[in-house]
């Protein structure tokens, strides 16, 4: 049997997509409080973790949902004196910063791609998600001339494991 194609998805498989979304929560919630929102740390950073299980990854609206849980918090209620718009772009500003600090391959990536490349076996990039979002990656790595396909389920309407990806 001869191999003609290989796909790899992108999150955690070409590089580390946790740990970046990781740190990049945090640094959203470390800028906020230094442009003046009075919440601790480690209490922001809870909060914002159980809005992500809530909502899903792929939600954009992480930073304005964290806003409104602590304008009715009884611990640290967010008053009218307090610019919820500055806030929430205090925290983009912080996770788009730290963001591009973890957008490296893994170590063989690149190897390993154009190796595949000279053995004349196709490679593909499928992966779940927002085809901005996951574009985005995807230049930032500066992969997408190394495979031949990038399927992304959203655009397709198929979701991962679903064979039909594959056709």
Request: no cysteine; glycine share 4%; charged share 30%.
């Amino acid at each position: 049997m001869t191999i003609k194609w290989i796909g790899f998805d992108l999150d955690d498989t070409l590089f580390n997509g946790t740990l970046l979304v990781e740190k990049a929560r945090q640094a959203s919630i470390r800028m906020m409080i230094e442009y003046g929102l009075p919440v601790p740390e480690d209490y922001a950073i809870q909060l914002l973790n159980e809005i992500v299980i809530e909502f899903g990854s792929n939600d954009e609206h992480h930073l304005d949902n964290l806003m409104l849980r602590l304008k009715n918090d009884s611990n640290y209620r967010i008053g009218p004196e307090h610019n919820i718009n500055k806030y929430v772009a205090a925290g983009v500003m912080g996770y788009h910063r730290e963001k591009v600090k973890h957008f490296k391959l893994f170590k063989d990536v690149i190897k390993t791609l154009e190796k595949l490349k000279s053995l004349n076996i196709k490679t593909a990039i499928i992966t779940d998600g927002s085809p901005k979002k996951q574009y985005e990656k995807i230049l930032r790595l500066k992969i997408e001339n190394l495979v031949d396909d990038i399927i992304i389920s959203d655009e397709v309407a198929v979701r991962k494991t679903n064979p039909e990806l594959l056709t």
